[in-house]
């Protein structure tokens, strides 16, 4: 494993023998007072849970607890389901007009409280406070204004006259970007009529806790959105709930087919946000350096725990060397350290868990005969923590190529035609996302139409706006978020 007995945070080295990074922490005190123990957010109010067994929430960075939070039982979820049916009369009454009042309130009480979120999210989770800073919680509040501004216009979508809210939306969301999903999934509920339960993934809790808080300072109707922490049973009991609509599940594969199983026969509708193993395809006449930062970006943003992560390279054979030449110059830059510091890349693997995943993967791909090289790269001596890796010489039978790694490591293929670039993207059981690069228009519409994948980006990687929807084919899922598709989801149409 990735873990050394240091336990000082080494100075960044300098980029191209420059000059160096002095640290640049945020303070860890902005993210507001962080509660020994938590119970759920039922009916508006914070309530102990049914149950005795707690649960612990780390900083992946230091490994400190941060907080016990409370394992939601069935009778936990009994009630907040029955909090949110209560509420679902007067709330779904409301002409749309009046629930986008309490959006955009959201919306912008989480802009005022960006800062606080933002490290807060970096504690719980471990991503660098840059990426929570500038992306998630800037994206959280976009989320909420723009489903804000549908609301009212609702008839006017598509679906046909007078589309109708389903009741009582049953969500579960994953640790990688915890404030993010809760967005996705809660701001078009709620702008369509529903009410909402939802429960955060078990590593980390403590935006979404902090989310209830805000629904309280924006004065949302006690029941509209509930909160129940916990973790697989705790999920698994709010899905089968036979007073559940609506069950959306933003994870894993294998936890999405158990899922669909046990919703099987029901007339509960579904939604599936699943694994990935995105390709993004480099060709010839790509404009290298560009292609390069899309290529860091796809696999190495938020330490490649991204569903729709670019982790296979595929490379046209006659730049092969020049690409590999300019990624690994780009890789010996990143800085991978504390999240709070405004200078990191790569923050902490967000559990142990987690870490022995991606170490598994990893030391699988050399056994099976793959290359494997990662920057010099000093790691801190606490925390889950694990240096950017490139693989090259895969083969397409190479565990690497096929599972999902969901962490900080790359595998590179080559191709020679578009055809061949076409057949190797799509040979895999996912099918979330791609990206192209290269100058001409016409390759980019003709393996946009070839390739199998929900969300296909032409010279750029994780690129995300509230107006275009987001999903994915086969295993990776059914059903979109986001736009006027995300709507649907959440609509009797």
């Not at 933002?118 to 660098?128: F, H, M, R």
């Not at 609702?154 to 809210?165: E, H, K, M, Q, T």
């Not at 010099?376 to 694990?386: I, V």
Request: glycine share 10%.
């Amino acid at each position: 494993m990735a873990k050394k007995k240091n336990t000082e945070q080494p100075a960044a080295k300098p980029a191209g023998g420059l000059f160096t990074y002095a640290p640049a922490p945020e303070s860890p005190a902005a993210a507001g007072d962080i509660a020994s123990s938590y119970g759920h957010f039922i009916g508006g109010e914070f309530v102990d849970s049914s149950g005795s067994e707690a649960l612990k929430t780390v900083n992946p960075a230091t490994e400190q607890v941060l907080a016990e939070f409370a394992r939601g039982t069935e009778e936990d979820v009994d009630r907040a389901v029955a909090a949110a049916r209560k509420a679902f009369a007067d709330w779904s009454a409301l002409p749309g007009s009046e629930r986008a009042k309490y959006l955009f309130r959201i919306a912008r009480i989480i802009q005022e409280r960006g800062r606080e979120l933002a490290v807060l999210e970096s504690i719980d989770n471990g991503k660098p406070i840059r990426e929570t800073r500038d992306f998630d919680i800037p994206t959280v509040a976009a989320w909420f204004f723009y489903y804000a501004g549908w609301a009212d216009k609702l008839d006017y979508a598509g679906f046909g006259p007078n589309p109708r809210p389903l009741g009582v939306a049953g969500q579960v969301i994953p640790w990688n970007f915890p404030l993010m999903m809760l967005a996705w999934k809660i701001a078009p509920a709620l702008a369509t009529g529903n009410t909402v339960v939802l429960k955060p993934a078990e590593t980390t809790p403590l935006t979404a806790l902090r989310f209830a808080e805000i629904c309280r300072q924006a004065g949302l109707p006690k029941g509209v959105v509930n909160i129940v922490t916990g973790d697989g049973r705790t999920g698994a009991a709010l899905t089968a709930h036979p007073d559940v609509n609506k069950v959306a599940f933003t994870g894993s594969t294998p936890v999405g087919r158990a899922i669909a199983r046990q919703l099987a026969g029901s007339r509960k509708k579904l939604s599936l946000e699943l694994g990935g193993k995105a390709a993004n395809i480099v060709f010839d006449d790509a404009p290298i350096d560009q292609a390069v930062e899309g290529i860091v970006n796809g696999i190495f943003f938020n330490q490649g725990h991204v569903c729709c992560a670019g982790s296979r390279l595929l490379v046209q054979e006659s730049v092969q060397d020049e690409v590999l030449d300019a990624l690994k110059r780009r890789m010996a830059t990143l800085r991978v350290g504390d999240p709070l510091d405004k200078n990191t890349d790569i923050g902490a693997i967000n559990s142990a868990a987690q870490l022995a995943r991606i170490t598994e993967l990893a030391e699988a791909g050399e056994a099976e005969g793959a290359d494997r090289w990662s920057p010099e790269c000093e790691l801190p001596g606490t925390g889950f923590w694990f240096k950017p890796t490139l693989f090259t010489g895969v083969s397409q039978a190479h565990r690497i190529a096929q599972e999902e790694i969901f962490g900080p490591v790359l595998s590179v293929l080559t191709f020679r035609t578009p055809a061949e670039a076409v057949e190797k993207a799509n040979n895999t059981p996912y099918g979330l996302s791609a990206g192209i690069w290269t100058e001409k228009g016409s390759r980019i519409l003709w393996m946009a139409d070839r390739l199998k994948a929900g969300v296909v980006w032409a010279n750029t990687f994780n690129k995300f706006d509230p107006t275009s929807p987001f999903g994915g084919y086969k295993e990776s899922g059914y059903g979109r978020e986001g736009g006027r598709h995300g709507l649907e989801a959440y609509l009797d149409v």
